[in-house]
């Protein structure tokens, strides 16, 4: 399958480079929320691909949910139904996604566009970058639960009943996003971050993030008891014993060669 408003590409360093690409604004219709379903999915099925870094198009990351298509939605009684479940998995899709996913917010990222970044695993941001939850003014509902993740529960009642603006220095302020460069800086502080990450053990990495994803709601100690499972299961595997081996014998791990 060829995507029409996505561009792909995996580094030799195993990481895959996914960048929304649909003029002007990298709007999400519905073709482009299958497309990146389809392009997360296939990400955690390949072992070549270590880290993913999602990113957009031109000077704007996304700017949401394409409005133009909402007039279809009526036409059928099942059809806004159906359009739901796709944009609420395509929200998951970086979350559901085995490997690491970096969202690198070149600029706006706006309604469904911030909802995409906030499901990412870690948030990078251009000086130029915003984001905002603006759904009451087009008519809409939906955000809120991304809106609370990072924000006080004062703060994110703010931006959804006013639709105000976040920029990049006070998203790093809050600790929302880990580093905010110039623009063109951006893609390379992405992959910097990416590269650290790709030369890990693949296996530990993925259920580092399993760990991540499964505990966000569990209690101290039961996540906990949870993760010491994961690390008795880790402990047998091959990548396990090269990590004590390379730690011991002070050098860098060889991952994935017997």
Known sequence: ??????????????????????????????????????????ASADDAVRVVVLTGAGEVFSAGADIKERGSLVAEPHAYVSHNRVT????????????????????????????????????????????????????????????????SRSRSRLLFFTGRRVDAAELYRLGIVDEVVPRRDLLDAALVVARQIARKSPDA??????????????????????????????????DAAEARASFLEKREPRYGQG
């Open 1 to 42: 399958m060829e995507f029409s408003t996505l561009k792909t590409l995996l580094n030799d360093d195993g990481v895959l480079v996914v960048t929304m690409d649909r003029p002007p604004v990298n709007a999400q219709n519905l073709l482009a929320r299958e497309e990146l379903i389809e392009a997360f999915d296939r």
């Open 205 to 238: 990495v993925r259920r580092a993030k399993a760990a991540f994803t499964a505990l966000e709601e569990v209690p101290l100690r039961d996540g906990y008891r949870w993760e010491q499972t994961q690390t008795f299961e880790l402990s047998q595997t091959a």
């Open 88 to 151: 609420r998995e395509s929200f998951f899709a970086p979350a559901d996604c085995q490997k690491p996913v970096i969202a690198a917010i070149n600029g706006p990222a706006i309604g469904a566009g911030y909802a995409l970044a906030a499901m990412c695993d870690i948030l990078l941001a251009a000086e130029e970058a915003w984001i905002q939850m603006p759904e009451i003014d087009r008519g809409l509902l939906g955000g809120v639960q991304f809106l609370k993740q990072h924000f």
